[in-house]
């Protein structure tokens, strides 16, 4: 059972555009949520974080948003940049003494000069 | 460069062998964590360790082991390999102590496990 989803398995967008990368989740325990980049032969990166006490969390050009009601959040990206290009990962926590991540599978994306 | 360190980068072995992965956490993180990360496939959370005690298991097989040293390094142990083994392993660390937590992990480079 696949508690982080993230169904998109690529998106591309040209330089300069918006790019926004979906992930929906199944466990209302979770409360805690992160955004991950990986490009390749590396580790996952921390990208950026987001409380379910909010809704909205920004960083720089990074923009997480989070629906509880509908367990979907959304890291947009403006304006998009070549070296963005790499594996985004939505992951998920339920806090608390458990210290776990459940990761998504990932969406390539891609962005085009 | 995350501060996590593990060896080896790349590792080839056969079916039925027992190999050992290794980890180094960044300096100061009591908490490390392994993640298998297949073809295909999300990270798929293995085990956790805090200060050398087990803190959460995840879908860990049975053929596989984890400890911490008193060092805070750990080891992740993978017996009677199997060719779906095959995978890239992750070890990542963070403070993660009670009231500390923010979810933040720093993840390795990783292992990568090919089974013949």
Same mark, same amino acid.
């Given at each position: 059972? /696949? /508690?982080?989803?993230q169904?998109?398995?690529?998106?591309?967008? /040209?330089?300069?555009?918006?790019?926004?990368?979906?992930?929906?989740?199944?466990?209302s325990?979770?409360?805690?949520?992160?955004?991950?980049?990986?490009?390749?032969?590396?580790?996952?990166?921390?990208?950026?974080?987001?409380?379910?006490?909010?809704?909205?969390?920004?960083?720089?050009?990074?923009?997480?948003?989070?629906?509880?009601?509908?367990?979907?959040?959304?890291?947009?990206?403006?304006?998009? /940049?070549?070296?963005?290009?790499?594996?985004?990962?939505?992951?998920?926590?339920?806090?608390?003494?458990?210290?776990?991540?459940?990761?998504?599978?990932?969406?390539?994306?891609?962005?085009?000069? | 460069?995350?501060?996590?360190?593990?060896t080896?980068?790349?590792?080839?072995?056969?079916?039925?062998?027992?190999?050992?992965?290794?980890?180094?956490?960044?300096?100061?993180?009591?908490?490390?964590?392994?993640?298998?990360?297949?073809?295909?496939?999300?990270?798929?959370?293995?085990?956790?360790?805090?200060?050398?005690?087990?803190?959460?298991?995840?879908n860990?097989?049975?053929?596989?082991?984890?400890?911490?040293?008193?060092?805070?390094?750990?080891?992740?142990?993978?017996?009677?390999?199997?060719?779906?083994?095959?995978?890239?392993?992750f070890?990542?660390?963070?403070?993660?102590?009670?009231?500390?937590?923010?979810?933040?992990?720093?993840?390795?480079?990783?292992?990568?496990?090919?089974?013949?």
């Amino acid at each position: 059972d /696949q /508690q982080v989803k993230q169904n998109s398995p690529s998106l591309s967008v /040209q330089e300069g555009r918006i790019s926004i990368l979906n992930c929906d989740y199944t466990n209302s325990m979770f409360d805690y949520f992160l955004w991950y980049k990986k490009y390749p032969a590396e580790g996952p990166t921390f990208l950026i974080s987001i409380s379910s006490i909010k809704d909205k969390n920004e960083d720089g050009r990074f923009t997480v948003f989070l629906n509880k009601s509908a367990k979907h959040l959304s890291l947009h990206i403006v304006p998009s /940049q070549p070296g963005d290009s790499a594996v985004y990962f939505c992951a998920a926590s339920s806090g608390g003494s458990n210290y776990k991540l459940t990761f998504g599978k990932g969406t390539l994306l891609t962005v085009n000069p | 460069d995350s501060g996590v360190t593990q060896t080896p980068k790349h590792l080839i072995t056969a079916t039925g062998q027992r190999v050992t992965l290794r980890c180094s956490p960044r300096s100061g993180d009591l908490s490390v964590y392994w993640y298998q990360q297949s073809l295909d496939q999300g990270l798929q959370f293995l085990i956790q360790y805090y200060n050398g005690e087990e803190r959460a298991k995840g879908n860990i097989l049975e053929r596989f082991s984890a400890q911490q040293f008193p060092d805070l390094h750990s080891e992740l142990n993978l017996s009677s390999l199997e060719l779906g083994d095959s995978a890239l392993y992750f070890c990542a660390s963070s403070v993660a102590s009670a009231g500390l937590y923010t979810g933040e992990l720093f993840f390795g480079e990783g292992s990568r496990l090919t089974v013949l």
